[in-house]
């Protein structure tokens, strides 16, 4: 009898985690959402998981994010995409940090695009002035803060001289559509979200 | 009676007692997979290591205070939370350092099964520290470890607890988290596999060519590839879900496992070559390892463990043996090979081998143990360091089996007349016993790439047969005789019904009499088509009563796509559309080119279609029919495919054939598979667009 406890605790154990995490996993239905307040209080402390793994979609755009900068003597630079060239790098060697380094800057970019669509979609915003307003809020979230010190730090390690003013967009870039994918265009739509200048 | 059931009824009783009995007696008593445990966590160790050593060059950047990821905020956190994310505490976070020193030391224990369970516990709080900090940068590779680590805490390979009871219940945990592990990876390819299915652009098959070209996870080579080669597009996706969707089944069975593993090993590695995706990818090969019977995992330990020196017999008068002797002794770095003649009587290592056998095949002596053929080769190369890293491919290549079958090949090309027995070896067997489930799986895939996939808009039809008058007439008479007429003229209208009677009529010969031209056309290839029809018809009606393709509703060609009244766009793709794509190409080789343009101009896939082989097989087909009669209706075609426009719908009907093959053999295969074709065709078009994003 002993023997059999000492068999069955571990086996119900077993058996409780395989379910739980079963109805953590599944599409909603009615079972995982009646049960998921205990489902999540047992999944989520130790055993949180997601496994998209690029579906039920594939990864159909890229994230970039430039910037410019403006130095005290009026000189402008050109746009910059800080992620690019680290992709690229990545690409060449990818055993190195430089692809988990991506993840933190394209995470700047994304948390700041998703405060953007967030608000533009609760707001149902669709003229140019409302998305200006919708901007100008943007200004003093925590995203737009550390896009901010990101783009300034990246400022002042190419310029020697003072920055007066920066400026940031986020860019969502499309590969080409399938039935143009043989036309000369570099990429396919894209959807920018440029932000007003930052006087420092 | 009564009795007899009892009995019976008892007997099982006692039978399911004895098993129970069993398992409770082996779960308690044993660990089931001591060396695939330590195996396992020697793996998981390597992975850790080599993961935080990746990374800290650049550690500044994702563990510093000063770092652009933001920390945790813990205000409200339990204690078990705050625990596992320290390092968002401010005291503690500029000493990051310390977590990262100890996570390596203790990764080196926990993979050296030192303590195993106290190692493994201080790895999982470790790493959990670290990976909580910088969260932004996890995948689903350590998602995965988390998992994992978190369960090799109650994993060990062997029990020290004095106590019986204690012992018994550290056994059963044990083993209970050996399998929660096993699960949980099957249970990452169900979910992903699943989710994939209900996507869009997985089973359209252009999933990859999106991804290829997006800059993160892109690679300009293969997403070319991809955009060129639509079939290599198509099977690419539908291979990778089908891949995910039968691993949680296939990986269980001994006999399916080490192809399960094999393909996975190359699926992932190329998600890190190809994509990028570097941590996630080896992560994903590491966690195969749970999979390692105890005698695999035992085997590769003995590998890993101090090299001792190894005596190999080569046939001195065999030039690739010899070839290869010199080779080895070129690279044996630390002295650990020994070559002798495999010829020589005195050989005293080998002097239990007979001779002739020694000739046939290498042999290997390492101390006691005794290898020979593959295994040999594999004893010798680990010696050699340049080689060590190639070594866990050829025993991969040699749990498969393929070594023995490589090995035999080679040896039956030697110079020397000497050959490897003949008996099959593991390799072929194995083989054999796979390759009728592999080919049935290909065909399925193929056939699945056949529906909604860019290399397919136009389904692929089986290579129609031409078929004759009088087989016409068989087929008519079939029909009349299960009193089906009345139906076949209701699909294919009376019109053209009454072309397939005229067609019926003529004879074989003048079908089968003169050269191709390609201006012929007559009336009889209207006739010929419409045949083509009836038979696509035939197949359709003996195909839903001996093989059934599911209810009515859902299938891809029930009875409204013979309704010529209906367009594509309402009932799908149907053999008719089939057709009448394939009714200009004919039309403008058999009329000149000239007088079908508006025919053709009404399908803008038309230049497509022609490259299509059924296509062209189809106007092949119907190239004899008509070349007896071009001069006489060469006039009268021209007129009639101008005055007629209806001409291209009785066309139509001519691809109908070949088509419902096709079309019905991939119904029933995606039906079997479970997916959801009736969805999946209505999506089709014969559009590019179809393909591309909303």
């Known amino acids: 009898m002993k023997r059999t406890i000492l068999f069955f605790v571990p086996a119900l154990i077993l058996g409780a985690h395989l379910l739980m995490t079963v109805l953590y996993l599944i599409p909603v239905n009615p079972a995982s959402k009646y049960y998921l307040p205990t489902v999540q209080a047992y999944i989520e402390p130790v055993f949180s998981q997601n496994w998209g793994l690029f579906a039920p979609e594939p990864a159909t755009s890229s994230l970039q994010f430039w910037f410019r900068c403006e130095t005290t003597d009026g000189q402008q630079s050109d746009w910059q995409d800080p992620i690019y060239q680290l992709i690229k790098d990545h690409h060449e060697f990818p055993f190195s940090f430089r692809g988990k380094l991506t993840y933190v800057y394209q995470s700047i970019a994304r948390d700041l695009l998703n405060a953007h669509v967030e608000k533009k979609n609760a707001q149902e915003c669709s003229s140019e002035k409302c998305l200006a307003a919708i901007r100008a809020e943007l200004t003093s979230t925590p995203e737009f803060a550390l896009a901010r010190r990101w783009s300034l730090d990246l400022c002042r390690a190419q310029n020697s001289k003072p920055i007066r003013s920066l400026q940031f967009q986020v860019l969502k870039i499309f590969p080409k559509p399938y039935s143009e994918r043989h036309s000369p265009q570099a990429t396919g739509r894209i959807e920018a979200v440029p932000f007003d200048p930052i006087y420092l | ?694």
């Open chain 2, 1 to 694: 009676m009564k009795s007899n059931s009892s009995i019976r009824l008892t007997d099982h009783i006692r039978s399911l007692s004895f098993l129970f009995i069993n398992i409770r007696d082996k779960v308690l008593d044993t660990q089931t997979h001591p060396s695939t445990i330590k195996f396992f966590r020697g793996v998981i160790s390597v992975w850790v290591v080599c993961n935080t050593l990746m990374l800290l060059p650049a550690a500044e950047h994702f563990w510093s205070s000063h770092s652009y990821i933001p920390a945790t905020d813990l205000k409200d956190a339990t204690l078990w939370k705050t625990s596992l994310n320290l390092l968002s505490l401010e005291v503690v976070a500029p000493h990051y350092h310390w977590f990262l020193v100890a996570q390596l030391l203790v990764a080196i224990c926990a993979g050296l099964s030192f303590a195993p369970r106290v190692s493994s516990a201080l790895l999982y709080f470790l790493t959990m520290n670290l990976d909580n900090r910088a969260m932004v940068i996890q995948d689903g590779g350590n998602n995965l470890m988390h998992i994992v680590l978190f369960l090799l805490i109650f994993m060990t390979p062997h029990s020290s607890a004095r106590n019986p009871s204690l012992r018994s219940f550290s056994n059963s945990l044990s083993n209970m988290a050996f399998f929660m592990v096993r699960a949980q990876v099957a249970l990452v390819y169900a979910t992903a596999g699943l989710l994939k299915v209900q996507g869009e652009l997985w089973p359209k098959g252009v999933a990859l060519y999106y991804t290829m070209n997006v800059l993160e996870y892109g690679n300009k080579f293969v997403g070319g590839l991809m955009a060129d080669f639509p079939l290599l597009l198509a099977a690419g996706c539908l291979v990778t879900v089908l891949f995910q969707v039968t691993f949680p089944i296939l990986i269980w069975p001994r006999a399916t496992r080490p192809l399960l593993m094999a393909a996975g090993t190359f699926f992932h590695l190329s998600i890190v070559f190809v994509m990028g995706l570097t941590s996630f990818g080896f992560a994903l090969c590491a966690s195969y390892f749970i999979f390692y019977t105890d005698r695999q995992a035992e085997k590769t330990l003995s590998w890993l463990r101090p090299r001792a020196r190894v005596v190999a017999a080569f046939d001195a008068d065999c030039g690739i043996c010899q070839s290869f002797a010199r080779w080895v002794k070129r690279f044996d770095w630390f002295n650990l090979i020994t070559p002798s003649s495999a010829q020589d009587p005195a050989n005293q290592v080998l002097k239990s081998v007979p001779l002739e056998h020694r000739l046939k095949v290498l042999q290997a002596t390492c101390g006691k143990s005794h290898v020979e053929g593959y295994d040999a080769i594999v004893a010798v190369i680990s010696r050699l360091p340049l080689l060590i890293p190639i070594v866990p491919v050829l025993q991969t290549i040699g749990y498969l089996g393929l070594g023995d079958v490589l090995y035999a090949r080679i040896a039956q090309n030697r110079s020397r007349t000497c050959s490897v027995p003949q008996t099959p070896s593991k390799g072929k067997r194995m083989l054999t016993r796979f390759s009728r489930p592999v080919a049935s799986t290909l065909c399925t895939v193929l056939i699945s790439s056949l529906i909604s996939s860019p290399a397919t808009a136009l389904p692929h039809a089986l290579q129609p047969r031409p078929m004759l008058p009088s087989e016409t007439r068989e087929l008519l008479n079939q029909i009349e005789a299960e009193g089906s007429t009345q139906a076949m003229t209701r699909f294919l209208t009376p019109s053209v019904t009454q072309a397939i009677r005229d067609y019926s009529r003529l004879e074989d010969s003048a079908i089968r009499k003169n050269p191709a031209d390609p201006y012929a056309a007559t009336p009889a290839v209207y006739g010929a088509a419409a045949a083509g029809g009836a038979a696509a018809k035939v197949v359709e009606h003996v195909w839903d009563r001996y093989v059934g393709n599911g209810r009515i509703a859902a299938r891809v060609i029930n009875d409204r796509n013979f309704d010529l009244s209906k367009t594509t766009s309402e009932v799908g793709i149907s053999p008719v559309d089939v057709g009448a794509f394939a009714a200009p190409v004919w039309l403008q080789q058999s009329a000149g080119n000239i007088e079908t343009r508006v025919a053709s101009n009404t399908f803008k896939n038309a230049a497509l279609l022609r490259s299509y082989p059924e296509i062209r097989s189809l106007v092949e087909y119907n190239r004899p029919v008509t070349s007896e009669f071009v001069n006489q209706y060469r006039k009268q075609a021209r007129d009639y495919v101008n005055n007629n426009p209806q001409a291209q719908w009785v066309m139509a009907v001519g691809g109908a054939a070949a088509a419902a093959v096709g079309y019905k053999a991939a119904e029933y295969a995606l039906n079997q598979m479970g997916a959801r074709t009736s969805e999946l065709i209505r999506r089709a078009q014969f559009n590019d667009r179809a393909f591309d994003l909303r």
